[in-house]
T-cell receptor
């Protein structure tokens, strides 16, 4: 069974530029999560989807971050414009019914 | 509010030593889940175990064992006869109970384990 797929794996951009991350969850997983992991820290939830509905986006900085999950499968997380403090690893995870979340390899974003 | 504390930041052992990673949690929920994840240098978080708050039985899986003590709000992880491949960052995490849905994970800051040959 294929795991959670994320792309790109690495991204370097200048501040004020836009950037987008893509996630393809494990087939059949109805819940999808985006986490941000700062250096030396544990992941922190940005947004959680149940199918195509965002059920928890309380931690998403909505002035510059946006996310969508088309047809309840793939998801895209966007930052516009990026700031230096957005440098982090962005992790996507998915789960089905159980509380076991399976994580992708992450996208390491560097904002210069 | 939920909180997970992993007081140890870095641990270094020699191969074949036993090592225990500590985890202390805080929650007001009466029902909750506890997790351990492993993050090797490749970056992907690997699920190791989930334990619900009803079940305080210790669990053993090969060289891994977990000790859940509700009285002290701890969920410690022991690796017996450590190996170089165990080198990674280990995260303890907590999720609350939400009927019919999956809850967000609150992670600790992680413990970097280095196993030297």
């Amino acid at each position: 069974e294929a795991g959670v797929v994320q792309s790109p794996r690495y991204k370097i951009i200048e501040k004020k530029q836009p950037v987008a991350f893509w996630c393809n969850p494990i087939s059949g997983h109805n819940t999808l999560y985006w986490y941000r992991q700062n250096l030396g820290q544990g992941p922190e939830l940005l947004i959680r989807y149940e199918n195509e509905e965002a059920v928890d986006d309380s931690q998403l900085p909505k002035d510059r971050f946006s996310a969508e999950r088309l047809k309840g499968v793939d998801s895209t997380l966007k930052i516009q414009p990026a700031e230096l403090g957005d440098s982090a690893v962005y992790l996507c995870a998915s789960s089905f019914i159980t509380y076991e979340q399976y994580f992708g390899p992450g996208t390491r974003l560097t904002v210069t | 509010a939920q909180k997970v504390t992993q007081a140890q930041t870095e641990i270094s052992v020699v191969e074949k030593e036993d090592v225990t990673l500590d985890c202390v949690y805080e929650t007001r929920d009466t029902t909750y889940y506890l997790f351990w994840y492993k993050q090797p240098p490749s970056g992907e978080l690997v699920f190791l175990i989930r334990r619900n708050s009803f079940d305080e039985q210790n669990e053993i899986s090969g060289r891994y064992s977990w000790n859940f003590q509700k009285s002290t709000s701890s969920f410690n992880f022991t690796i017996t006869a450590s190996q170089v491949v165990d080198s990674a960052v280990y995260f303890c995490a907590l999720s609350g109970w939400e009927t019919g849905a999956n809850s967000k994970l609150t992670f600790g800051k992680g413990i970097t384990l280095s196993v030297r040959p």
